[in-house]
């Protein structure tokens, strides 16, 4: 299925030809894509986060201070490249501005993100491997299809759906689409994390004689 599939999908599915609905699809489409992003919190779906959306991008940093890849929605792993990379921790803004108000340099080993800008403390000019969930693309007549709509076009669907019902005010449709849309996703959370740990192996350790 590709974009112009899914908006036919979604007309049909909704049971609408009036030129209202057609005109607005598209939209219900890129608050479809947003949702899976970022949440839709008032009706209890949570953002998508699966292997898929992992990216890796090495930033520059200048003085301690680095930009944001424009896709970027939440870090997972982040490591300081120096000649023995190490990894850096996450501290919120108001522990860096105390715990390292002098802004002395050296080997970083903590990071802090606001706004599009990251910052590792000590100061350092070492670039950032920064592992992080990259959003999903918004489809539209160029970009006819994106990883998810290839994996899983019914999800698109639903979500879509849902948004269309709210325009149409039609409840049932609403609230059959909103539970498939949540259950879905919370799905693709849980299989994702199961697989990422069900790799991990055990370690025990014994008292040596």
């Known amino acids: 299925m590709d974009y112009a599939g899914l908006q036919s999908s979604v007309l049909n599915w909704a049971a609408?030809?009036?030129a209202a609905s057609t005109t607005e699809v598209a939209n219900c489409i890129a608050f479809a894509t947003d949702g899976f992003n970022y949440g839709v919190p008032?009706?209890?779906?949570?953002?998508?986060?699966?292997?898929?959306m992992e990216t890796l991008a090495s930033i520059t940093m200048t003085d301690g201070v680095g930009t944001l890849p424009d896709d970027y929605l939440q870090y997972k792993t982040a490591r300081s490249m120096s000649s023995l990379p190490n990894?850096?921790?996450?501290?919120?803004g108001?522990?860096?501005?105390?715990?390292?108000?002098?802004?002395?340099?050296?080997?970083?080993?903590?990071?802090?993100?606001?706004?599009?800008?990251?910052?590792v403390f000590p100061?350092?000019?070492?670039?950032?491997?920064?592992?992080?969930?990259?959003?999903?693309?918004?489809?539209?007549?160029v970009v006819t299809s994106n990883w998810l709509?290839?994996?899983?076009?019914?999800?698109?669907?639903?979500?879509?759906?849902?948004?269309?019902?709210?325009?149409?005010?039609?409840?049932?449709?609403?609230?059959?689409?909103?539970?498939?849309?949540?259950?879905?996703?919370?799905?693709?959370?849980?299989?994702n994390e199961l697989s990422t740990y069900a790799k991990a192996g055990t370690r025990m350790s014994f008292l040596t004689p």
């Open 16 to 18: 609408r030809s009036d």
């Open 42 to 52: 008032a009706r209890g779906i949570v953002p998508l986060r699966v292997r898929e």
């Open 87 to 92: 990894p850096l921790s996450y501290a919120t």
């Open 94 to 119: 108001s522990y860096t501005n105390g715990a390292y108000a002098d802004g002395a340099a050296g080997l970083s080993t903590t990071f802090s993100i606001t706004g599009s800008t990251i910052y």
């Open 123 to 141: 100061t350092s000019g070492v670039d950032v491997d920064l592992v992080y969930y990259a959003a999903i693309p918004t489809l539209s007549d």
């Open 149 to 191: 709509l290839a994996k899983m076009p019914n999800l698109y669907l639903h979500a879509s759906l849902m948004h269309l019902a709210m325009f149409i005010r039609d409840a049932a449709l609403l609230a059959n689409s909103q539970a498939m849309v949540a259950a879905m996703i919370d799905g693709l959370n849980i299989t």
